[in-house]
């Protein structure tokens, strides 16, 4: 749990100072130097991490996922836009949600 936590920290720096695609990259590369987590930890370790966002949270938790993505997506009601991100293997959301929000950007 330290090595997702220390990720995540991670996550919420590296998205202040590099763009999107980069910061993934970072936590990615970032990430293959600790212990790789198994797909079905997601939804357990999500909730733990506190602070930071979805986005940071799921960067966190796909640096240590092999061949993880991170799905950005978006929905709008009433007018009001909402975003949310989540981590993906093989094109289907690792935490066991629905997903509702179509997908506006994929990092892979």
Same mark, same amino acid.
């Given at each position: 749990?330290?090595?997702?936590?220390?990720?995540?920290?991670?996550?919420?720096?590296?998205?202040?100072?590099?763009?999107?695609?980069?910061?993934?990259?970072?936590?990615?590369?970032?990430?293959?130097?600790?212990? *790789? %987590? =198994?797909? !079905?930890?997601? $939804?357990?370790?999500?909730?733990?991490?506190?602070?930071?966002?979805? /986005?940071?949270?799921?960067?966190?938790?796909?640096?240590?996922?092999?061949?993880?993505?991170?799905?950005?997506?978006?929905?709008?009601?009433?007018?009001?836009?909402?975003?949310?991100?989540?981590? *993906? %293997? =093989?094109? !289907?959301?690792? $935490?066991?949600?629905?997903?509702?929000?179509?997908?506006?950007?994929? /990092?892979?």
């Amino acid at each position: 749990m330290i090595a997702t936590h220390v990720l995540h920290g991670l996550a919420r720096v590296s998205l202040q100072v590099l763009p999107l695609r980069a910061a993934f990259r970072f936590m990615r590369d970032v990430g293959a130097f600790f212990p *790789e %987590l =198994e797909p !079905r930890d997601v $939804s357990e370790l999500a909730p733990r991490l506190r602070g930071g966002t979805c /986005l940071t949270r799921s960067l966190a938790l796909a640096g240590r996922i092999p061949g993880a993505a991170v799905a950005i997506g978006g929905t709008k009601t009433n007018g009001v836009f909402t975003a949310h991100a989540w981590v *993906e %293997l =093989e094109g !289907r959301p690792l $935490s066991g949600q629905t997903v509702s929000s179509a997908v506006l950007v994929r /990092l892979s």
